[in-house]
C-alpha cells in the first residue's frame, strides 16, 4: 500500500463529492458525526498533510507541531481542491519514505510505517467521504480494494466480512453486520515494533502475512530473498488467526529485521495467545547465512522481555525444541530458558516472569 492506492482513494472521493459542491449544503451534519460537512471535509485534508509531515519529519515522541487552515476556502469547490492537494502531498511522503522509516502516532504503540500512515490517511479519506455523502444524501461506496488494504493492514483484529466496504463501515461505528454487536469504541492498530541492540522486531500484518503465504516477501527485503520455511509456515497461521477473528497482533508473528541495512533475517512471533493459566509458546526461525551470530538469541531476550512485562502473561514463557537441534538449545539457554522436561523427540524448555537478567 502507497501513494498510488492514496490518490485513487483521493480521486474516487472527490469524484463523487464534487457534484454536490454547488447544490446542497455544506452546513448540514455529515451523518452521525456532530460536524458539519464542511467541518468533515477540512478535517480529512487535515489529517493527509499531518500524516505526510509525520512521516516526513519522523518525529519519534509528538505531533510536528503545524496545521492547515482553510478559511480562505469560499466554498465545497475549494475544499476539495485542499483535499486533492493535501492527499498528493501524503502520496509524496509515502513513495520517498524508506521501508525502515517510521513517525509517530499515538495508537497503539506510538509509531508507524509508511504503509500505516498510507493506510490511515486512505481511511480518513473513505470514512469522513461517506460521513459528508451521508449528511448530503448521495451516493458513495469506494473500491472494494482499498478497503480491504485498510483492512488488512490498521484493522488486523477484526474478522473480515464478505463485503469489505460494510465491514470497515461496521468496524468504525458507521453500519451493521449481521450477527455482529454494534460497535461504539473503536481505533485501529499499527504494528507493534520491538527494538534490540542490532534488530527490529517488526509485527507481521495480516496484509504481508498472506503475500508471504503466496510466495511474495510481505514487504521486507530478505536475506535470501524470500522468508525462511518456518516463518512462512508461521505466516500462514497468522491468515488463518485473521480470518477466524482470532488473530491479537501482538501475539502473532515478528520479522527480525537488521538495523544497520535494513535486510530481514528471520522470523519469530508467538503459537498463539497466553492461555488461562498465563502461559504462552514462543518459537522462532533464522536464516542459513546469519546463524552463530547471537541474532536469535539478542531477539528471544527482548521478545521475552516485552512479554514478561505485560499483565497478561501471569505465569511463563515455553519454548518446545527438537532434541537434536542443539543450536537452538544454545540460543533459549541463552536467554535465560531453563529445561524443564523432555520425551523422546523434544526438550520443553520455560522462562518464568522474573527470571529474566
Not at 510466495?215 to 488467526?241: M, Q, Y
Not at 544497520?260 to 528471520?266: E, M, N, R
Given at each position: 500500500m502507497g501513494g498510488d492506492q492514496i490518490q485513487e482513494a483521493v480521486a474516487d472521493a472527490v469524484a463523487a463529492l464534487r457534484p454536490a459542491a454547488g447544490e446542497r449544503d455544506w452546513g448540514v451534519k455529515a451523518g452521525r458525526l456532530d460536524w458539519s460537512c464542511r467541518r468533515t471535509a477540512e478535517h480529512i485534508a487535515s489529517d493527509l498533510i499531518a500524516y505526510a509531515g509525520q512521516i516526513a519529519g519522523r518525529p519519534t515522541d509528538r505531533y510536528v507541531p503545524f496545521r492547515i487552515d482553510c478559511a480562505e476556502c469560499e466554498g465545497p469547490d475549494d475544499l476539495l481542491e485542499v483535499i486533492e492537494a493535501t492527499g498528493a502531498l501524503l502520496a509524496a511522503a509515502v513513495r520517498t519514505a524508506p521501508r525502515e522509516a517510521r513517525g509517530f502516532h499515538p495508537y497503539p504503540f506510538r509509531s508507524a510505517n509508511r504503509e500505516g500512515f498510507a493506510a490511515m490517511g486512505i481511511a480518513e479519506v473513505l470514512l469522513h467521504t461517506h460521513d459528508i455523502a451521508e449528511g448530503l444524501g448521495i451516493a458513495y461506496e469506494p473500491p472494494a480494494q482499498l478497503c480491504e488494504d485498510v483492512l488488512?493492514?490498521?484493522?488486523?483484529?477484526?474478522?473480515?466480512?464478505?463485503?469489505?466496504?460494510?465491514?470497515?463501515?461496521?468496524?468504525?461505528?458507521?453500519?451493521?453486520?449481521?450477527?455482529?454487536?454494534?460497535?461504539?469504541?473503536?481505533?485501529?492498530?499499527?504494528?507493534?515494533?520491538?527494538?534490540?541492540?542490532?534488530?527490529?522486531?517488526?509485527?507481521?500484518?495480516?496484509?504481508?502475512?498472506?503475500?508471504?503465504?503466496?510466495?511474495?516477501?510481505?514487504?521486507?527485503?530478505?536475506?535470501?530473498?524470500?522468508?525462511?520455511?518456518?516463518?512462512?509456515?508461521?505466516?500462514?497461521?497468522?491468515?488463518?488467526?485473521?480470518?477466524?477473528?482470532?488473530?491479537?497482533?501482538?501475539?502473532?508473528?515478528?520479522?527480525?529485521?537488521?538495523?544497520?541495512?535494513?535486510?530481514?533475517?528471520?522470523?519469530?512471533?508467538?503459537?498463539?495467545?497466553?492461555?488461562?493459566?498465563?502461559?504462552?509458546?514462543?518459537?522462532?526461525?533464522l536464516a542459513e547465512p546469519v546463524r552463530g551470530n547471537g541474532y536469535a538469541t539478542e531477539a528471544l531476550r527482548a521478545l521475552s522481555a516485552w512479554a514478561l512485562a505485560r499483565d497478561d502473561v501471569k505465569k511463563l514463557l515455553c519454548a518446545k525444541i527438537d532434541r537434536a537441534n542443539t543450536p537452538s538449545q544454545g540460543v533459549v539457554s541463552r536467554a535465560g530458558f531453563t529445561r524443564v522436561r523432555e520425551d523422546e523427540e523434544e526438550y520443553v524448555y520455560e522462562l518464568r516472569v522474573g527470571e529474566l537478567t
Open positions: 488488512t493492514r490498521i484493522f488486523p483484529h477484526v474478522q473480515p466480512g464478505p463485503d469489505h466496504w460494510r465491514t470497515l463501515l461496521w468496524a468504525t461505528g458507521r453500519g451493521d453486520l449481521p450477527g455482529r454487536a454494534p460497535v461504539t469504541e473503536w481505533r485501529w492498530n499499527n504494528n507493534l515494533v520491538i527494538p534490540a541492540e542490532r534488530l527490529t522486531l517488526q509485527g507481521v500484518t495480516p496484509a504481508a502475512a498472506a503475500d508471504m503465504r503466496i510466495g511474495g516477501t510481505g514487504g521486507f527485503e530478505w536475506i535470501e530473498g524470500r522468508p525462511p520455511e518456518g516463518t512462512d509456515v508461521s505466516s500462514g497461521l497468522v491468515v488463518k488467526a485473521y480470518e477466524r477473528g482470532k488473530h491479537r497482533p501482538e501475539w502473532g508473528v515478528f520479522v527480525l529485521v537488521r538495523r544497520s541495512d535494513g535486510v530481514a533475517i528471520g522470523g519469530m512471533g508467538f503459537h498463539g495467545t497466553p492461555d488461562d493459566e498465563g502461559r504462552v509458546e514462543i518459537g522462532y526461525d
